[in-house]
Structures are given as structure tokens and as C-alpha cells.
């Protein structure tokens, strides 16, 4: 590989600390990250277990999960 030629680094997703309830851990905390696309969607059952449908492009890529509530 060429010395003067670096592959960039994408930045990776940062999660700060979440801020601090009186007696407990934290609430809600702020993520950011870089993506090629979005969906929000609502987890169905599915047995004993949670189940999220995305679309058949998406087979094989790495995705990142993010529970709102």
C-alpha cells in the first residue's frame, strides 16, 4: 500500500454518557453516525423474541440498531 495514500476512516458511531437520574443511571442519550439509509419501524413478536422486516437489499450489510423507547 501507498504510504502517502491512506483509506479515509469513517467516523464510527459515538454514544456520550447518558445524563444521570437522581439515585439511578442515566435517561436518554444522543448518537450520531453516518449511514447510506433509515427506516424506523416497530418491532412485532415473533415467539419469544422481537422481530424487525428490512428490506431484501439490505441482506448482507451491517446495520445498527437503536431502541427510541
Do not use: C, H
Not at 504510504?3 to 454514544?15: E, G, Y
Not at 443511571?25 to 453516518?34: D, N, Q, R, V, W
Amino acid at each position: 500500500m501507498d504510504p502517502k495514500r491512506t483509506p479515509a476512516k469513517r467516523p464510527r458511531l459515538q454514544a456520550p454518557t447518558a445524563a444521570k437520574k437522581p439515585g439511578g443511571f442515566g435517561g436518554k442519550t444522543k448518537f450520531e453516525g453516518y449511514g447510506e439509509e433509515m427506516i424506523e419501524k416497530t418491532v412485532r413478536q415473533s415467539g419469544n423474541s422481537g422481530r424487525v422486516y428490512l428490506p431484501p437489499e439490505w441482506v448482507g450489510k451491517n446495520v445498527k440498531i437503536i431502541r427510541i423507547n
